[in-house]
């Protein structure tokens, strides 16, 4: 292939999956404005929130509700809540205000699956005690969730609705970021894929939105399908095919159906928290990225994976500072009346 060349699906079988890919100056980049039609993306965002959640909201990645001595705290949406593992290593979650005096468990200590608080001693270990009551919770493997009934008002269901990852042994790292804004706004981000190459050109390259909900293809199941190539380091990227879809309303998923690291996925999960204290909405956005490739190398990344998980966290969260602001502008405009969209 010869250097420079953009890589389509046609080439993505190939035995070697890296280009070379010479830079682009941003002046010469295609306009995608036109091709980004507000409506369009107004449309996905209006369907994606029209989606029940179960009232199922991310706290976090499972991995950090251990069972240390310090329980898990979050404020989702006004809501206090502590999660910890029990005795037998169950995620185990419920109201973050002590029944007694109100004290905070987020301050407490866990002892042997048992939360105590700090205040007066009282010992919750999961079951309903003294008008405190558990909620209903839920470990994936790779996220932690809680079930809200009076937050969500819908219809509870027993699970979250978790997107199809991959088999086991893939990669999994989370990154958690907080924005001035609401979980439509971080959704409405993900669901703008023409942005990509324009606001992050250290990341893509050669991005083409193939297919959009209002092609009518049914095999896309409402998403919107891209060509792109990731920039691993100077000229040299990987080609691959994603596929971008809410199949809730805090949530967007991007599935890597054709090219290296098929069946990977991006999820990315925004949770509502307690307003700033200048009253403005913040959002906990929590990325769960979930690699995988059926290349014989990749069972050394899965060995290295403590090592990779970091490295993980630092590429999401340098997308997320640009995309964390798009979502905060987008939430500014918005509620002044300034949104052209």
Not at 24 to 42: E, F, G, N
Not at 120 to 148: I, K, Q, S, T
Request: glycine fraction near 10%; proline fraction near 11%.
């Amino acid at each position: 292939m010869t250097p420079g060349t953009p890589s389509g699906p046609g080439r993505r079988g190939a035995r070697f999956p890296l280009r070379l890919r010479r830079p682009v100056p941003w002046t010469s980049q295609r306009p995608t404005w036109r091709d980004a039609k507000p409506a369009l993306i107004s449309d996905a965002l209006k369907r994606a929130c029209a989606r029940p959640s179960g009232n199922w909201y991310v706290l976090g990645a499972s991995r950090d509700i251990g069972r240390g001595e310090q329980p898990f705290g979050r404020n989702v949406g006004g809501t206090e809540v502590i999660a910890w593992r029990d005795a037998s290593g169950r995620l185990t979650a419920g109201s973050g205000i002590c029944p007694h005096l109100g004290a905070p468990l987020r301050e407490s200590r866990v002892h042997c699956g048992t939360v105590v608080c700090h205040w007066h001693g009282l010992a919750l270990n999961g079951a309903p005690f003294a008008g405190w009551e558990p909620y209903p919770a839920h470990d994936d493997g790779v996220l932690a969730w809680v079930r809200l009934d009076a937050l969500g008002g819908e219809e509870p269901t027993p699970k979250p609705i978790v997107p199809e990852r991959p088999a086991a042994g893939a990669v999994d790292a989370v990154y958690s970021a907080v924005g001035i804004c609401e979980p439509e706004d971080i959704v409405a981000n993900r669901l703008d894929p023409w942005h990509g190459s324009w606001f992050h050109p250290y990341s893509f390259v050669d991005l083409t939105v193939v297919s959009t909900p209002a092609d009518g293809d049914p095999d896309q199941d409402d998403g919107f399908a891209v060509d792109v190539s990731f920039k691993l380091a100077g000229r040299v990227v990987v080609p691959v095919r994603a596929v971008f879809s809410a199949p809730e309303p805090r949530t967007v998923v991007m599935h890597i159906t054709e090219g290296e690291g098929r069946t990977s996925v991006v999820e990315t999960h925004a949770t509502p928290l307690a307003p700033d204290p200048q009253g403005r909405p913040r959002t906990a956005v929590v990325e769960a990225v979930i690699a995988m490739s059926g290349r014989p190398g990749f069972a050394a990344a899965r060995a290295a994976a403590p090592a990779l998980r970091p490295l993980m966290r630092l590429a999401a969260g340098r997308l997320w500072r640009d995309d964390l602001a798009y979502a905060q502008r987008r939430w500014q405009l918005r509620t002044t009346g300034r949104f052209p969209g």
